[in-house]
Nanobody, 123 residues
Framework: QVQLVESGGGLVQAGGSLRLSCAAS????????IGWYRQAPGKQRELVAA???????KYVDSVKGRFTISRDNSKNMVYLQTNSLKVEDTAVYYC?????????????????WGQGTQVTVSS
């Protein structure tokens, strides 16, 4: 079982950057794919980035070129570097275990939700 805790959110002006961190506990972390989701007020939670155990990454179109997901298995950490932030990036951001399904070519959440970390981008 992998437990994940998010941190690093905050208030930032449009165009700014934040580095979100996801700290993992559990011996199988390095073998798991991890995804960052976000949920904006009144909207459904969406997967914005995912990273496989081997380091392959996938992004939703709206963050491509601005967000970078990475992992450090030696520290049991996953990061989401968010640059050129926009007001519409305002949301609670969550990390969780995901599984890639080749049939659909997509990641599906298979882990539990944590408390998330709030990112607020002001204009």
């Amino acid at each position: 079982q992998v437990q994940l805790v998010e941190s690093g959110g905050g208030l930032v002006q449009a165009g700014g950057s934040l580095r979100l961190s996801c700290a993992a506990s559990g011996s199988t972390f390095s073998t798991r794919s991890i995804g960052w989701y976000r949920q904006a007020p009144g909207k459904q939670r969406e997967l914005v980035a995912a990273i496989s155990s081997g380091g392959s990454t996938k992004y939703v179109d709206s963050v491509k070129g601005r967000f970078t997901i990475s992992r450090d298995n030696s520290k049991n950490m996953v990061y989401l570097q968010t640059n050129s932030l926009k007001v519409e990036d305002t949301a609670v951001y969550y990390c969780t275990v995901v599984t890639y399904y080749s049939g659909s070519g997509s990641y599906i959440r298979t882990g539990s939700w944590g408390q998330g970390t709030q990112v607020t981008v002001s204009s």
